[in-house]
């Protein structure tokens, strides 16, 4: 079993920054990619970005490319969600999520895909 604990969420003004962090702990052998999630109240989960276990490929939506970066730190067992020029639509609840992945190089960008989640953590951005 691993456990995920997400951390940094908060209310910011519109054009500031956050930076989430994930800490994983238990089978630390389960899992290698990792990504961040969102959801807004009503509506499907959706993929925010993801990292393979290597760190060198990553993977971005659309709707954050240029200004999220996902970042980890295998010796601390964490990943880092680096969110930048917020905007008041992304506003929602960031859930990090871990998998056990075909290769270390490979990462995951369907909610489908992972295995374990976190309990979530609510950023607000207001206008």
């Known amino acids: 079993q691993v456990q995920l604990v997400e951390s940094g969420g908060g209310l910011v003004q519109a054009g500031g920054s956050l930076r989430l962090s994930c800490a994983a702990s238990?089978?630390?052998?389960?899992?290698?990619?990792m990504g961040w999630f969102r959801q807004a109240p009503g509506k499907e989960r959706e993929f925010a970005a993801a990292?393979?276990?290597?760190?060198?490929?990553?993977d971005y939506a659309t709707s954050v490319k240029g200004r999220f970066t996902i970042t980890r730190d295998n010796a601390k067992n964490t990943v880092h969600l680096q969110m930048n020029s917020l905007k008041p639509e992304d506003t929602d609840v960031y859930y990090c999520?871990?998998?056990?992945?075909?290769?270390?190089?490979?990462?995951?960008?369907?909610?489908?895909?992972?295995?374990?989640w976190g309990q979530g953590t609510q950023v607000t951005v207001s206008s």
């Open positions: 990292t393979s276990w290597s760190g060198t490929n990553t």
């Open positions: 999520a871990a998998v056990y992945a075909s290769s270390s190089l490979r990462y995951c960008s369907s909610r489908q895909e992972y295995t374990y």
């Open positions: 238990g089978s630390m052998s389960s899992i290698n990619s």
